[in-house]
């Protein structure tokens, strides 16, 4: 059986390629399709590509005619390919539709065009909005509040539409907030800790309340590596942690293992939408695997820690 990877180089992915050499799974030939912009460093992928195994291609998942190519040699495709920075999805949606929309469709019509393949969409918690109580499951209406969001909602949609018009074998995970060893320092873990190591501040939007769910990236992707061969066709499948905190709470957290103190935080005019709550309800996923992957999450913090004071 051979695989399509496409983001393979950025941070969730690269993870995902890892798990799968190291876990040496059924794949013969693992193709990684990646663009290389900003969020994508073949450096990521420098444990991985020493394998034959893995074959790496730069080029766009809306460029349609590398990827039927891809496409026609492979049985399965995960999609991690997409723009992610809510920041930059509110100062500009265009490469968020464009990437995240049309980019799937283009996989999705090379899917449906040669037929017999299983394809996952990695999405996200924050298809669903904002919840101030309870879980979302998988059932819970979509209510994107940013454009970044409200992308990979549609994206969400246009599979499942594939799903019911085409009859083929197309599955959606949905995940809270990863993090981990090389992240982009755009997002709050890394740039927190990155911040610190330069002695900066640490800006922090509002009232610094604002809940997230986190999972470490490993986990995350050991799930979808499970869903990829135990999911059933047209099914959603959240994959929380559980460990829910505000944002203020991940950098009192962080700046307690560096060994600093509050005055290293900037309270800064709060995001435009931003979201208050999200929470997953994981049952489904679990039930499915049987099994939970539950880093610790202080003892991954501190090893995401160690590794940019090791290489940043």
Known sequence: ??????????????????????????????YILDSLTYAGNLKNLENVLVDKKFQFVKGDIKDSKVVNDLVSQVDCIVNFAAESHVDKSIMDATPFVENNILGTQVLLDAVRRQGGK??????????YGSINDGEWDENFPLMPNSPYAASKAAADL??????HTYNLDLIITRSCNNFGPRQLTEKLIPLAITNLMQGKKVPVYGDGKNIREWIYVVDNCKYISEIIDKGLPGQIYNIGSGVKLTNLEIIYSILQIMNLNETQIEFV????????RYALDSRKTHQLVKYKYESDFQQMLEKTIDWYRENY
Do not use: C, P, W
């Open 1 to 30: 059986m051979n695989l399509l990877v496409t983001g393979g180089a950025g941070f969730i992915g690269s993870q995902f390629l890892l798990n799968e050499k190291m876990d040496e799974k059924k794949f013969d030939t693992v």
């Open 158 to 163: 246009l599979v499942l539409s594939y799903h």
């Open 118 to 127: 299983r394809f996952i969409q990695v999405s996200t918690d924050e298809v």
């Open 269 to 276: 005019a709060d995001r435009l939408g931003h979201d208050r």
